[in-house]
């Protein structure tokens, strides 16, 4: 009885251990089979891949001949050598496609188990593409020649008058500022981009700090610096302009080609000159002082015989989306003072 039960148990154990090696040997080779088919949709992502690419080359080409950046002898001799790299390179890529497919086929698991394709199998992560590979890249037309963006500018601001020079001035230096924050469009004035002009809507913020405890007081017509009674600690004359800016600018433009298409590249030196015109708003003084030990804020809204119609010259030099930027007032601040005085002002100014 005792050998009947071994007998049957060395019989259990053989028919339990080929029924498994069986099972390997299908799952491993169906595994095989799932990285062939897999294989196999590579080489069509492959050619569908390198195609796109040379559509998106010889657009760019086409982009370069229309701006005059290529003569057509050039372009043809391009478009060429573009057809033959994507040509090789998809060669290339499904001769080794294939070379991995006959490895696979050919060192498959047998029944026997005495092949493994582990070490066989590469998984070509050099011929892998990112899903933005596959996306058209957009170069039907030449860019826009129009663009619009923000301009903002700050600096300090002062008055030239009329027989004084600045070191003279009654107003601080360091006190009196300016801002300007506007929206422009940018429109080319030749293909290359190298002249265009720029116009657009800007509000001007002009501040002149009266000093030697001084402040603005007006006297039928006439506008002029009185001191205060009292101490001030700060006395400032603000005149918001809504203007209309305009300069031609010069400066070299790239034809650049990325993924979402052609475009311009202005990273490059850029010089402006123009000028603007508008009307003031609102002219407003600001007083600080201390009365009693209490800190005091008046804000008095007059018109102080400031210009209504505002217009002057501006000029910038810079690179990129930076550039010093100087502007002065053609008009007088006072429009019926005795002596002119015209509002000047330096500083950065930035487009984006």
């Known amino acids: 009885m005792k050998s009947i039960i071994i007998s049957l148990s060395i019989l259990l154990s053989l028919f339990i251990t080929q029924n498994m090696q069986a099972q390997i040997t299908i799952q491993v080779n169906s595994g095989i089979d799932l990285k062939i088919e897999s294989l196999q949709k590579q080489k069509d992502k492959v050619q569908r891949v ?58 498959a698991i047998t029944e026997d188990g005495e092949e493994t394709v582990d070490v066989y199998y590469r998984k070509l992560d050099y011929l892998k593409y990112k899903e933005e590979d596959e996306k058209e890249e957009n170069y039907d037309s ?30 601080k230096i360091g006190g009196s500022r300016f801002f300007e924050l506007g929206y422009e469009f940018e429109t080319n004035l030749i293909s290359s981009g190298f002249a265009r002009i720029r116009y657009g809507l800007s509000f001007q913020f002009n501040g002149l700090k009266a000093d030697d405890n001084q402040y603005f007081v007006t006297d039928g017509d006439q506008t002029y610096l009185e001191e205060y009674p009292i101490n001030l600690d700060k006395a400032k004359l603000r005149m918001d302009n809504l203007v209309i800016p305009l300069h031609f600018e010069f400066g070299p433009k790239t034809l650049t080609y990325g993924k979402k298409g052609a475009y311009y590249d202005t990273s490059n030196f850029k010089l402006g000159l123009g000028g603007y015109a508008g009307v003031n708003l609102n002219t407003i003084q600001k007083l600080k002082y201390e009365e009693n030990g209490n800190n005091r804020k008046t804000k008095l809204s007059q018109n102080y015989n400031t210009s209504n119609f505002i217009y002057g010259l501006s000029a910038y030099i810079g690179y990129d989306n930076w550039a010093l930027y100087a502007k002065y007032d053609l008009n007088p601040i006072f429009k019926d003072n005795a002596v002119d005085q015209n509002n000047v002002s330096v500083g950065l100014r930035l487009s984006y």
Request: charged share 30%.
């Open 142 to 171: 030449i860019p826009k020649s129009t663009t619009s963006g923000i301009t903002v500018a700050f600096g300090l601001n002062n008055a030239i008058i009329d027989g004084q020079s600045l070191d003279d001035s009654p107003y």
């Open 50 to 107: 390198e195609k796109q690419k040379l559509k998106a080359e010889v657009e760019a080409i086409k982009m370069r001949l229309k701006a005059n950046e290529i003569s057509e002898q050039e372009a043809e001799t391009l478009k060429k050598a573009a057809a033959e790299k994507r040509a090789m390179n998809i060669e290339n890529q499904l001769d080794i496609i294939d070379a991995n497919i006959a490895l696979l086929e050919r060192n």
